[in-house]
């Protein structure tokens, strides 16, 4: 079983823990694994004001069997920036960036591109599945896991 991070957009004035500790003690616990959708903690990252790539490192990489990549829209809300993740437009140019990091660090695993609303024609979303596939390959040979 693949357990998802969320997309968050707001923080919990009590939290004890970090989300990403949090997901690698479940993973201990519970023996589950992690599917990595990294447009969320790109989302979360620019909603909460964190490290994206910290979030990456902070990650069992053994536990990641999934990475999932999506796109998302900017919003204004009571005057906040936010990024809401809409699973609706492209993969973002930051996101894809991202994503590179995370072949680094868990290794060529199954990526997916999540495109579930307002689609587009089949060819653009045959080319976000290419370029997915493209950075896999330019990132990690196969089979390669980098620590």
Partial sequence: MLLENPARYLG???STIAEPEFLAELVRRSGCG???DVNNIFVSAHNLGDDAKAYLRALPSAAVGEIHLAGHVAANRAGEDLLIDDHGSSVAAPVW????????????????VEWDKNLPP??????????AEGAALAEVGANDRIA
């Avoid at 960036?97 to 990526?111: E, H, I, K, T």
């Fill in 122 to 131: 089949l060819a653009l979303l045959l080319g976000e599945a290419r370029k």
């Fill in 97 to 112: 960036d991202l994503y590179r990091c995370a072949l680094r660090r868990f290794g060529l695993v199954p990526s997916l």
């Fill in 12 to 14: 919990f004035r009590h």
């Fill in 34 to 36: 992690l599917l990595c």
